[in-house]
């Protein structure tokens, strides 16, 4: 018994909708793989769900923005501005740059050198001796910079340990000056002390003269 046909409409279903558009999307996609190798045939698909999330295809040897750039040259239809085509051209630069410095990078770790010629060999062993000397000449300025610096904390030290013995030698000499006063008041004390003590009564009172 075959399988009954469907009527082709939105399901209303949400987890049903969900399942049929994951199915189909991979029977699409594998549609899509077949004709590409099967008919030499650049291949390109954009499809995205009911919650907005992109999935897409494209033949390996191609890619979408080319697809596109072909559709938009053969079929007279502008898809971008001249604005976004400028913002294209400099990103393809930008790409193109940074394939150059890996390229660039490889060699001077020494990698993939046998398609380089003679004179391009010069150049990178040039650039290499170059890059030597530039960080020696750093490691030289960083050695400076420690060096002075660690002068400059002897120094701070040095003045610091300075006014330390000062401050120690002004607090020793006030506590002598102290220790000082207080043996002299002492020894004035005592002597007050040990002295006789003598004094006489003038008789001021009339009452006390002797009769003359």
Not at 36 to 44: F, K, M, P, T, W
């Amino acid at each position: 018994m075959g399988r009954g046909k469907i009527e082709i409409k939105r399901i209303e279903n949400s987890t049903n909708r969900q399942v049929t558009f994951s199915k189909r999307r991979a029977g699409l996609v594998k549609k899509a793989r077949e004709i590409g190798v099967l008919c030499d045939a650049e291949v390109g698909v954009v499809i995205f769900s009911s919650g907005g999330k992109l999935h897409d295809y494209c033949s390996p040897r191609t890619s979408l923005s080319r697809i596109l750039e072909k559709y938009q040259t053969n079929s007279g239809k502008l898809l971008w501005d001249e604005k976004h085509k400028i913002l294209s051209a400099e990103i393809d630069r930008i790409k193109k740059d940074n394939d150059n410095m890996q390229i660039q990078l490889r060699h001077l770790k020494g990698e993939d050198l046998n398609s380089l010629q003679p004179r391009e060999l010069i150049a990178i062993e040039e650039g290499l001796q170059n890059g030597q000397t530039n960080m020696r000449d750093k490691q030289m300025d960083h050695w400076r910079m420690r060096k002075r610096n660690g002068k400059m904390l002897e120094d701070e030290l040095r003045m610091l340990c300075f006014r330390m013995h000062q401050q120690a030698v002004d607090l020793s000499g006030g506590m002598r000056e102290l220790e000082i006063g207080y043996h002299q008041v002492q020894h004035d004390r005592d002597f007050t002390s040990q002295m006789p003590f003598t004094f006489r009564v003038q008789p001021n009172h009339p009452n006390l003269h002797e009769d003359e």
